[in-house]
């Protein structure tokens, strides 16, 4: 993509750790740091990924079998990568987008159990080199992300799993974390929204103005 490649950078989270309210922080900062940066989320993106997201989310098929739900992810992804991601980046924008592939491990690999092998190869066909740069991961206890949620709004098809389903995400976020520190930071969550903002630009200042 060139010499003016712009960064790509993830979000990453159970349910009610704060992801709208820390996006904003980090879109924020970016701008401060005299970067144009490109906000965009998965499942979503694009037209077609937004009609995926719907069908995802909603409550009319809560059978949805693992395998469907791991393909209409990258199908959406697809769209995204080709659509938004890689032409933004090829612009030098930082694209900041609310979950990425490490999202599908987490969700469809290690809660839904069909593991890391299958999502990996979707992975590699969709995604071919494009990794994010960085990935924020928002990490706080199930019990209190998901009374935050509760109180947020009605439950989507994912929000109306059990406390064992988001046990499974959480860890496999951690466990993802620990294995790539280099791109993986994890943020406590269950801080007061002031230090998880000087958390989040604490580490954008080491990637955007130390150089990573």
Not at 13 to 20: I, L, S
Not at 21 to 28: G, L, P, V
Not at 108 to 121: D, K, W
Not at 187 to 212: E, F, K, M, Y
Request: aromatic content about 6%; overall charge negative; glycine content about 8%.
């Amino acid at each position: 993509m060139g010499a003016t490649r712009g960064l790509f950078i993830t979000l990453e989270g159970v349910e009610g750790a704060g992801k709208t309210t820390a996006m904003d922080t980090i879109a924020s900062h970016v701008r401060d740091l005299a970067m144009v940066p490109l906000v965009t989320r998965e499942p979503g993106g694009t037209e077609v990924g937004e009609s995926i997201r719907r069908i995802l989310l909603d409550h009319a098929d809560d059978a949805m079998c693992p395998e469907t739900e791991a393909l209409l992810m990258f199908a959406a992804r697809a769209e995204h990568i080709n659509k938004v991601i890689l032409p933004a980046l090829e612009r030098g924008e930082c694209v900041l987008c609310d979950r990425f592939t490490d999202a599908t491990y987490a969700y469809q690999g290690a809660a839904r159990a069909l593991g890391y092998e299958r999502i990996g190869a979707l992975e590699q066909w969709v995604q071919g080199e494009l990794r994010p740069d960085l990935t924020l991961v928002l990490d706080l206890p199930v019990s209190v992300g998901r009374g935050r949620a509760g109180e947020r709004s009605a439950p989507d098809r994912f929000e109306q799993e059990q406390d064992t389903f988001f046990e499974q995400v959480r860890q496999s976020y951690l466990e993802r974390a620990a294995a790539d520190p280099g791109r993986m930071k994890v943020v406590d969550a269950s801080q007061d929204p002031d230090s998880v903002a000087r958390a989040l630009r604490h580490i954008l200042d080491h990637w955007l103005v130390a150089g990573n």
